[in-house]
């Protein structure tokens, strides 16, 4: 099987604002993110933002209708379509534009704020990107991040449980061999020329205790009551990064 299958952004692109599919995810994903970002960003007014890896543009339109200035970028050209297509539905003037993270067609010093959620652990070059966004970024900006530790218990849950076995992710989307550990993570931002950096668990799975884990067996992503409401599983950011994990670094010099 193929792991790390991107053609599934391209095949997928048109059910990215589709609120019972998978894709659709990250906006539940993406309340809890820019929670946690407002202890370092209280206010996105006129900050010039780049989300790397955009995909439709759902953390594009969420600090856009923050009012700041927004660029998104996307190696798949029917995310990025379906990204400029809901902007312009919804009265948004945000720059997306096709391209790889490993090489962004952006000036040096251009951006206040890097975003790049769920992407480090798709990309051919991971620490290119990393250090790309330090590239673009103005002195004192901010690389905003989260990514998937290579544990065994990530190996358990992204790939056996959530792809394999319940098919809620789809299966191949992920390479448990280009997840990131944290602490090579840091080494990374370090060796790029970040410094301030925090890393926090961005947990999924409550702490992926056994009643957790039942429900998702039982449930799936989507804690599906008795009632007709879908009730989202629950996000805490804690001390535990063993699965997936978020953060901040600061661009400290020029």
Known sequence: M???NLEYYDLNADKWWKEDETLYLSNHLNKSRFEFFSNFVPNWKGLKVLDIGCGGGLA????????????????SLNSIKTAQEHAKKNNLN??????????????ENSFDVVLCFDV??????????????????????LF???????????????IWLLEDTLKHLPSGLHDWNKFIKPQEMNEIMERAGFGDSVIKGFDLTGGTNFKTLRNILLKGLNNQAESDKVELFKIEIN????????????????
């Open 2 to 4: 193929k792991r790390n």
């Open 60 to 75: 594009c339109e969420y600090v856009a209708n923050l009012n700041a200035y927004v660029s998104g970028i996307d190696l």
């Open 94 to 107: 945000i720059d997306y534009q096709r391209g790889i993270a490993e090489n962004l067609p952006y000036e």
């Open 120 to 141: 480090l652990e798709h990309v051919d070059d991971w620490q290119k990107v990393i250090f790309e966004a330090f590239r673009v970024l103005k002195k004192d900006g």
């Open 144 to 158: 905003l991040f989260d990514t998937i530790n290579r544990s065994f218990k990530s190996k358990f849950i992204m």
């Open 239 to 254: 001390d535990d990064t063993s699965v997936c994990y978020i953060g901040k670094a600061v661009k400290l010099s020029g």
